[in-house]
C-alpha cells in the first residue's frame, strides 16, 4: 500500500450556486476524495459569478452544509468589482481573472480595471489567470510592474511554458498549473473524443505541445485538474460547453507518469501536495493522508464515477493505481468507493481559523 499526503487540487468548479445540475459542493466533494483530494480549490465563475459578498456568502453557505472535503473559494474579478475584490481578499484563496473567453460570463476586457485588480489586491495569495497566448503575456507584465504574484492556470502550449520559464528566471513572481489533460490528451484525442466531448478551454494542444510540457516540468508548480463538470447532455447537445471533470482520474494518471518514470513520486507529491498549499498559503492540514493500491488496475467508466457529470473524456482507459482509503484530520473520510465523511465536514480553509 502507498501513503501519500492528502493531495490539494487548486482548482475545480464545483458549479455552486447555480449549476448544481452539474455538480454540487457535496458531490463535488466526494469526487475529489475519491481522487485522493483532501482539498480543493472552487473557481467563481458559478451562476451567480462570486464578484462580491452577496454571491460569496452563498457559495459559503452550500459549502459550509455540503463539503465533505477541505476547501477554498476564489473570488472573481469583474471590470467593476475593484475594492469589493480587496475588501474581500480575506476570505478568498485567491483573485480570479479571466483573460480569455471560457464558460460563463466572468472575462475582464478593461485593462484599466485589470491594472486597478493588479494594484489593489493585497500580496499575500496569488491572482490566478486564465490568461492563454497574448494573454499570458500582458498578465506577467501586469505581475512584473505591479510586483504581485501570479498563478497561471492550465498552462497547454509550448510558447506558454517557454514564456513562464523565462519570467521565472527573470524573477516574475510567477507560478502555474498543467492539467492531467493537457498532458495525456492531445489533438490527435479529439475524432475518439466526439466534437462536442472533446470542448475545452485551453483547447487540447498537439503532440508537440505536450511533449513540451512534459520537457518543461521544472517549470511547472502544480498539477490542477481545471475538474468542469458538465453534463453528457449539454456535452453532446447543440451548444456544447467546455470543461472536462478530472478529479477522479489525475491522481492514476500521474502514478502512470510515475511508473513509466517520466516523473518522480517526490515531484508527484511536490505539485500535488506541497507546492499549492505553499502558493495558495493554506494551512496544514493534520493527519490528513491517503491511501493508494499501487497495483489495482482498473478502466475509467464515467458512470462509475462520483462526479454528477457521468462522464469521462479517459472513458475506457485502463489505469494503474487507485485511492483505497482517505484520512481527513485524523477521521476516515473515504473508503474503497464510499464517502464516509459527512456532508458538513469540510472546512474552509481560508475563513475558519484552523486548530494547530
Ligand atoms: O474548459 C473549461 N471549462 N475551461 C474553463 O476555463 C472553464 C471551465 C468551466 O467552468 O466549465
Ligand atoms: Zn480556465
Ligand atoms: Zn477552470
Given at each position: 500500500m502507498?501513503?501519500?499526503p492528502?493531495?490539494?487540487d487548486?482548482?475545480?468548479?464545483?458549479?455552486?450556486?447555480?449549476?448544481?445540475?452539474?455538480?454540487?459542493?457535496?458531490?463535488?466533494?466526494?469526487?475529489?476524495?475519491?481522487?485522493?483530494?483532501?482539498?480543493?480549490?472552487?473557481?467563481?465563475?458559478?451562476?451567480?459569478?462570486?464578484?462580491?459578498?452577496?454571491?460569496?456568502?452563498?457559495a459559503?453557505?452550500?459549502?459550509?452544509?455540503?463539503?465533505?472535503?477541505?476547501?477554498?473559494i476564489?473570488?472573481?474579478?469583474?471590470?467593476?468589482n475593484?475594492?469589493?475584490?480587496?475588501?474581500?481578499?480575506?476570505?478568498?484563496?485567491g483573485?480570479?481573472?479571466?483573460?480569455?473567453?471560457?464558460?460563463?460570463?466572468?472575462?475582464?476586457?478593461?485593462l484599466p480595471?485589470?491594472?486597478?485588480?493588479?494594484?489593489?489586491?493585497?500580496?499575500?495569495r496569488?491572482?490566478?489567470?486564465?490568461a492563454?497566448?497574448?494573454?499570458?503575456a500582458?498578465?506577467?507584465?501586469?505581475?512584473h510592474?505591479?510586483?504581485r504574484?501570479?498563478?497561471?492556470?492550465?498552462?497547454?502550449?509550448?510558447?506558454?511554458?517557454?514564456?513562464?520559464?523565462?519570467?521565472?528566471?527573470?524573477?516574475?513572481?510567477?507560478t502555474?498549473?498543467?492539467?492531467?489533460?493537457?498532458?495525456?490528451?492531445?489533438?490527435?484525442?479529439?475524432?475518439?473524443?466526439?466534437?462536442?466531448?472533446g470542448?475545452?478551454?485551453?483547447?487540447?494542444?498537439?503532440?508537440?505541445?505536450?511533449?513540451?510540457?512534459?520537457?518543461?516540468?521544472?517549470?511547472?508548480?502544480?498539477?490542477?485538474?481545471?475538474?468542469?463538470?458538465?453534463?453528457?447532455?449539454?456535452?453532446?447537445?447543440?451548444?456544447?460547453?467546455?470543461?472536462?471533470?478530472?478529479?477522479?482520474?489525475?491522481?492514476?494518471?500521474?502514478?502512470?507518469?510515475?511508473?513509466?518514470?517520466?516523473?518522480?513520486?517526490?515531484?508527484?507529491?511536490?505539485?500535488?501536495h506541497?507546492?499549492?498549499?505553499?502558493?495558495?498559503?493554506?494551512?496544514?492540514?493534520?493527519?490528513?493522508?491517503?491511501?493508494?493500491?499501487?497495483d489495482?488496475?482498473?478502466?475509467?467508466?464515467?458512470?462509475?464515477?462520483?462526479?454528477?457529470?457521468?462522464?469521462?473524456?479517459?472513458?475506457?482507459?485502463?489505469?494503474?493505481?487507485?485511492?483505497?482509503?482517505?484520512?481527513?484530520?485524523g477521521?476516515?473520510?473515504?473508503?474503497?468507493?464510499?464517502?464516509?465523511?459527512?456532508?458538513?465536514?469540510?472546512?474552509?480553509?481560508?475563513?475558519?481559523?484552523?486548530?494547530?
Open positions: 502507498l501513503e501519500l492528502g493531495l490539494i487548486p482548482h475545480v468548479h464545483l458549479r455552486e450556486p447555480g449549476g448544481t445540475h452539474k455538480e454540487d459542493f457535496e458531490t463535488g466533494t466526494i469526487a475529489a476524495l475519491a481522487g485522493g483530494f483532501t482539498a480543493v480549490l472552487a473557481m467563481p465563475n458559478t451562476q451567480p459569478p462570486l464578484v462580491d459578498s452577496a454571491s460569496l456568502e452563498l459559503q453557505l452550500a459549502a459550509r452544509a455540503k463539503a465533505r472535503c477541505d476547501y477554498g476564489f473570488l472573481g474579478a469583474g471590470e467593476g475593484t475594492s469589493a475584490a480587496s475588501a474581500l481578499a480575506p476570505w478568498a484563496c483573485l480570479k481573472v479571466y483573460m480569455d473567453h471560457t464558460y460563463g460570463p466572468l472575462r475582464m476586457q478593461s480595471a485589470l491594472i486597478e485588480h493588479f494594484q489593489r489586491w493585497p500580496g499575500s496569488p491572482i490566478a489567470c486564465h492563454e497566448g497574448h494573454s499570458l500582458v498578465v506577467l507584465a501586469m505581475a510592474l505591479f510586483d504574484r501570479v498563478h497561471i492556470c492550465h498552462v497547454s502550449t509550448a510558447v506558454e511554458i517557454q514564456l513562464i520559464r523565462l519570467a521565472k528566471e527573470r524573477g516574475t513572481q510567477v502555474c498549473e498543467v492539467t492531467p489533460h493537457h498532458l495525456f490528451l492531445s489533438k490527435s484525442n479529439l475524432p475518439a473524443l466526439g466534437s462536442g466531448r470542448e475545452v478551454r485551453p483547447r487540447l494542444a498537439t503532440p508537440e505541445d505536450v511533449a513540451a510540457l512534459w520537457e518543461s516540468l521544472e517549470v511547472i508548480d502544480c498539477f490542477a485538474t481545471d475538474h468542469a463538470p458538465h453534463t453528457l447532455a449539454e456535452k453532446d447537445g447543440e451548444q456544447p460547453p467546455p470543461g472536462f471533470p478530472g478529479l477522479e482520474t489525475a491522481l492514476s494518471l500521474m502514478l502512470g507518469a510515475v511508473n513509466e518514470e517520466r516523473l518522480g513520486m517526490d515531484g508527484l507529491v511536490l505539485r500535488m506541497t507546492n499549492p498549499q505553499r502558493i495558495f498559503d493554506l494551512p496544514p492540514q493534520r493527519e490528513s493522508r491517503i491511501e493508494i493500491d499501487e489495482h488496475v482498473w478502466e475509467v467508466r464515467g458512470v462509475e464515477l462520483h462526479s454528477r457529470c457521468g462522464w469521462s473524456p479517459f472513458e475506457g482507459m485502463k489505469l494503474r493505481g487507485r485511492v483505497r482509503r482517505v484520512y481527513l484530520r477521521q476516515l473520510a473515504y473508503e474503497d468507493g464510499q464517502a464516509l465523511a459527512p456532508p458538513g465536514s469540510g472546512r474552509d480553509l481560508i475563513s475558519t481559523p484552523v486548530p494547530a
